[in-house]
């Protein structure tokens, strides 16, 4: 089945520790999407790949980065995570823009 | 401003119960209203899309219908694995997705 996968499933960093998540997808769509979604909240988009192009969300903190190596994957880098960095990470996908996204199972990142 | 509004933000329905859920929005242009299903801990899980106003869709116990200012979700006859949180979320001119909060449902046997 055609999919979205992200891992790891649970990640535990440090304060201040780099740590990265990674998102495959199998749907051969066009952009890839990272949220973050705290608890009761809705997910709060961060930035979005079109094909290879960028786009950040004007209130994303410049902690995040994130890399688009091919159509399949694309990663998440946290540089500094602060406590308030804590938060289930969302990785979805549409064929294009303004199209249903499907979503993967999440990373849920705890900060120590 | 493109805008989402969900309620009740809770439900508890025994099984057997039917009920709806409302999902308010103001957006510039819309292109695709969206229904999810979400899990604790899990990724939302994609149901329906909308276009316009007067289209209905329909899953299982599901059934979503939208109007110029509202969509709603009606379940019927709920089972205890209905029991999630469904999330609304709209598409507009700027091609992005603005979600709702969630309305949390619990089906109690």
């Known amino acids: 089945d055609a999919m979205v996968i992200q891992n790891p499933r649970y990640q535990v960093t440090q304060f201040g520790k780099p740590v990265t998540l990674s998102c495959s997808q199998t749907?051969?769509?066009?952009?890839m999407y990272w949220y973050q979604q705290k608890s009761s909240q809705a997910p709060k988009l961060l930035f979005h790949?079109?094909?290879?192009?960028?786009?950040n969300e004007a209130d994303t903190p410049d902690n995040f980065q994130s890399r688009r190596p091919n159509t399949s994957f694309c990663f998440l880098d946290i540089r500094s995570p602060g406590l308030g960095d804590a938060a289930m990470y969302l990785c979805?996908?549409?064929?294009?823009?303004?199209?249903?996204?499907?979503f993967g199972p999440g990373t849920r990142l705890t900060v120590t | 401003e493109d805008q989402v509004t969900q309620s009740p933000e809770a439900l508890r329905l025994q099984e057997g119960e039917s009920s709806s859920l409302n999902c308010s929005y103001t957006?510039?242009?819309?292109?695709?209203l969206f229904w999810y299903r979400q899990d604790p801990g899990k990724g939302p899980e994609f149901l329906f899309t909308?276009?316009?106003a007067g289209e209905e869709k329909e899953k299982e116990r599901l059934k979503a219908t939208l109007t110029k200012k509202e969509s709603f979700l009606h379940i019927t006859a709920p089972k205890p694995e209905d029991s999630a949180t469904y999330l609304c979320?709209?598409?507009?001119?700027?091609?992005?997705?603005?979600f709702g909060t969630g309305t949390l449902l619990a089906v109690q046997p």
């Open positions: 979805a996908t549409s064929r294009d823009m303004g199209y249903e996204q499907y």
């Open positions: 749907l051969n769509h066009n952009v």
């Open positions: 790949y079109y094909d290879k192009d960028f786009n």
């Open positions: 957006v510039s242009g819309l292109r695709g």
């Open positions: 909308l276009y316009s």
């Open positions: 979320a709209v598409g507009g001119a700027t091609n992005k997705l603005i």
